[in-house]
């Protein structure tokens, strides 16, 4: 088994964590995703309510099931043909390239992992209007799940953060019957990567920062 500590120094770590969306079948010892999920657990929440849980898919046939749906979101939203001959003669390459690549191979990712949220009203919320469901304490599970990212770039695992599944959620619930007083917030296939960790694309927080009033730049 590879090792469960870190070769990467901090800082390289945190800014090369990228959507690797192309993985490989390989299998993953398990203590590395229980290191991955103890890692994810160690994020803050509001009064530490930890309203995160976990549902991790590792038989072939669950994934498959996923994948399928997965895929049809895909084309329906973002009009990506399921069926390889429609996609047209050009190669696909870049971003193009690695979402075609997830979309094929979902299946064959040793883990699917299904990051869910206790259903919270916001505190903004007034009482008369939390009608139906709440949503997700997306607030708590987004650090939980940069956790796990960050751990999984730690063990040298690629993991690709998802939420096409908001699609299919309905029949993502019935099917794993996950309660309603949960909802799944993101769904991150998790192996080793086919690529390498690199650089990521980003704009420099001093382009992003004001300082003292909104307008005036550092
Ligand atoms: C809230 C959120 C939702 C996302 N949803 C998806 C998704 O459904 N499918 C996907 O392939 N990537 C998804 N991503 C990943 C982003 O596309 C990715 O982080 C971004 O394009 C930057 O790419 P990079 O991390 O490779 O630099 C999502 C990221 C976030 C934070």
């Known amino acids: 088994m590879k090792t469960l500590e870190s070769e990467v120094p901090f800082f390289e770590l945190a800014q090369s964590v990228r959507a690797m969306r192309r ?30 849980k976990f549902l991790l898919i590792c038989e072939r046939e669950q994934k498959k099931w996923f994948a399928k ?4 979101a895909m084309e329906s939203r973002f009009g990506l043909p399921v069926d390889p001959r429609k996609r047209g003669d050009a190669e696909p390459t870049g971003v193009a390239r690695s979402v075609y690549y997830q979309m094929d191979h979902l299946a ?11 259903r919270d ?13 709440a949503p997700p304490n997306y607030g708590a599970v987004y650090p939980c799940v ?6 999984c770039r730690a063990l040298g695992l690629g993991a ?3 939420t096409m599944h908001q699609v299919f959620e309905d029949e993502l619930h019935a099917h794993f019957e996950i309660p309603d007083t949960y909802g799944v917030v993101v769904s991150i296939p998790i192996g ?18 004001f300082i003292d009033r909104w307008g005036e730049k550092a």
């Open 23 to 52: 993985i490989k079948p390989d299998p993953v010892p398990i203590e590395m995703i229980w290191k991955v999920l103890n890692t994810g657990v160690h994020a803050p929440s509001g009064q530490n309510l930890q309203p995160w």
């Open 69 to 72: 749906r997965y895929a049809l």
């Open 108 to 118: 064959d990712a040793p883990y699917l992992l299904l990051v869910c949220g206790k």
């Open 121 to 133: 009203w916001p505190f903004k919320v007034p009482l008369e209007d939390r009608v139906g469901l």
């Open 146 to 151: 940069q956790n796990i990212l960050l751990a």
């Open 160 to 162: 690709a953060l998802t």
């Open 192 to 209: 080793y990567p086919v690529g390498n960790f690199g650089s990521v694309t980003r704009i420099p927080a001093e382009e992003k920062t």
